[in-house]
Nanobody, 118 residues
Framework: QVQLVESGGGLVQAGGSLRLSCAAS????????MGWFRQVPGKEREFVAA????????NYADSVKGRFTISRDNAKNTVYLQMNSLKPEDTAVYYC???????????WGQGTQVTVSS
């Protein structure tokens, strides 16, 4: 089992930047694909970005392409989400997730709130 703890959320003006971090427990972090999702009250959780365990590929939701960058530091057991050119519609609770077996998102963090003011 892997435990995930997100940090870095906050309040920012439109056009600003934030960097989210997700620290994972366990010694085999480098074996797992990692992802970021977000959720607004009353809506389903949506995919934001994911990065492969080997750090060789990443993919993004169309709504964040060119603005957000996912990265990982396997030595620190941490995955990051750099968010630039933030928009009010990016306001959500952001969750980190781990894909343990290459099939589903198995474990989730507690979430961190991101609020973008106009």
């Amino acid at each position: 089992q892997v435990q995930l703890v997100e940090s870095g959320g906050g309040l920012v003006q439109a056009g600003g930047s934030l960097r989210l971090s997700c620290a994972a427990s366990g010694r085999t972090f480098s074996s797992y694909n990692m992802g970021w999702f977000r959720q607004v009250p009353g809506k389903e959780r949506e995919f934001v970005a994911a990065i492969s365990r080997s750090d060789t590929s990443a993919n993004y939701a169309d709504s964040v392409k060119g603005r957000f960058t996912i990265s990982r530091d396997n030595a620190k057991n941490t995955v990051y989400l750099q968010m630039n050119s933030l928009k009010p519609e990016d306001t959500a609770v952001y969750y980190c997730a781990v894909d343990l077996y290459g099939t589903n998102w198995d474990e989730w963090g507690q979430g961190t709130q991101v609020t973008v003011s106009s």
